[in-house]
């Protein structure tokens, strides 16, 4: 019973650098969001899907990207990597009928130096 | 602009004794609401929800949280702390539009 899966834990990025984080969920909920967790400012929401192959931003999705093609996967692209976006990334899902109801992954820790 | 507030920053408090903490909501209609925790180095754990019907939720862990509606409150409760009781938690709260608003986070230290 895995839940929400997030890989990698842990990265350390040079500015500029790209990446992409990988969120999976094994419970088929059709919704998908990614926040950031800073401290003193709660978590925030960056994007957020409703459903396979649509997307939609959040509250800070600058310098962001993210892709659902397919229901479990919903991935987080970082194309040009700045030190302000250090911080401790969640990836969490939610179903239509409990669509309020939020599960979390474990976080990545990602450092821009 | 709808938004949540934790006042406290950081609790302290000695084990077996009771605590509680703060949360405040604002906009006008009545949102979903819930109280996550997390432990250091962990994910967040759901502790309860409030959608409607009883204004008093029992949640897991020995957590009980009072919705009042004429104080945009929702505050999170535990007669008896125990030291694993020590983490972060976040209340949290949705309008319908199956997105999550947090708090700042509240931040508790369980003395022995």
């Known amino acids: 019973n895995a839940g929400v899966t997030q890989t990698p834990k842990f990265r350390v990025l040079k500015t500029g650098q790209s990446m992409t984080l990988l969120c999976a969920q094994d419970?088929?909920?059709?919704?998908m969001y990614w926040y950031r967790q800073d401290p003193g400012m709660g978590l925030r929401l960056i994007h957020y899907s409703v459903g396979e192959g649509t997307t939609a931003k959040g509250e800070v999705p600058d310098g962001y990207n993210v892709s659902r093609l397919k229901k479990q996967n919903f991935l987080l692209g970082l194309e040009s990597a700045a030190p302000s976006q250090t911080s401790v990334y969640f990836c969490?899902?939610?179903?239509?009928?409990?669509?309020?109801?939020?599960?979390f992954g474990q976080g990545t820790r990602l450092t821009v130096v | 602009a709808q938004s949540v507030t934790q006042p406290d920053i950081h609790i302290t408090v000695s084990e077996g004794a009771s605590l509680e903490l703060r949360c405040n909501y604002s906009y006008g209609a009545t949102p979903y609401l819930f109280w996550y925790v997390q432990s250091p180095g962990q994910g967040l754990q759901l502790l309860l929800k409030y959608f409607s019907g009883d204004t008093l939720v029992q949640g897991i862990k020995g957590f009980e949280a009072e919705f009042k509606r004429s104080q945009s409150s929702f505050n999170l409760r535990k007669p008896s702390v125990h030291w694993s009781d020590a983490a972060e938690y976040f209340c949290a709260v949705s309008w319908g539009d199956y997105k999550l608003s947090f708090g700042a986070g509240t931040t508790v230290t369980v003395r022995a």
């Open positions: 419970m088929n909920h059709e919704y």
């Open positions: 969490a899902s939610s179903s239509r009928s409990r669509k309020d109801e939020a599960f």
